[in-house]
């Protein structure tokens, strides 16, 4: 009988968050992962804002003229309004990635909904404007999760490298990202290691990676521009 409990729920479970995520990502159902292979990358920034590491990337974005978008917690968002707001003023997107960082997978659909749209309500309370873009935190989906979101255009990535591991190294990280350049690349990375199986001193070592990776992608004639743009010249082709 026990055996017969946990093999329903397992399939349960596979059918609820596992198998949808797998369908979703693979056949990009309604999903943006990449734009057009010219000369423009969108970088992409999860987890935070974080009090240290959200103000440093900022100033170092400011510092090469590159265009990002920040997939905020809505509870830290509202713990450091400062620093959503600046992204907003800076020219960068602002998008949702919960109200707090929590895993699809184990989200009935009213709480996924109180998620998306509790993170979307702490945005627009910030920044004034209305977000436009979601990605779900770990990027997994549920049954529900594109009916739930219908109201955004929810964000992938082309590029992840792992930058959550301050172990990796900033030499590592760099050649990496140096590695995975090209055009119409959307950028997954991280400001904040505060979430379970991250480093916290991981962004730091993502700086300096991604300052070597700017100038290096600048040299070669890539322009790090915003998803709109990158969305729109996807749309063009």
Known sequence: MIVLIVSLFLLLFLCYGILPTVLIRTFSLRIMKSGDKDFRIALTFDDGPHPVYTEKLL??????????AF???GERA????????????????VGIHHQTHSNSWFLLP???????SGCAQSIKKITGNAPMYYRPPWGRFNLFSLSASRAYKTIMWSS???DWKASLGKEKLAERL????GGGRIYLLHDSGDNPGADDEAP??????LREFLEFAQQKGYRFVSLEELKKNNERG
Request: glycine share 2%.
């Open 78 to 93: 509202q713990r450091y309004p400062h620093l959503v707001e600046r992204m907003s003023k800076e020219g960068h997107a």
């Open 110 to 116: 009213h709480r996924l909904r109180e998620e998306i």
């Open 160 to 162: 992840i490298n792992e």
């Open 59 to 68: 100033d170092l974005l400011r510092s090469y003229h590159a265009s990002a």
């Open 178 to 181: 140096k590695k995975d350049l």
């Open 71 to 73: 997939f905020v917690v």
């Open 204 to 209: 730091a070592v993502m700086l300096e990676a």
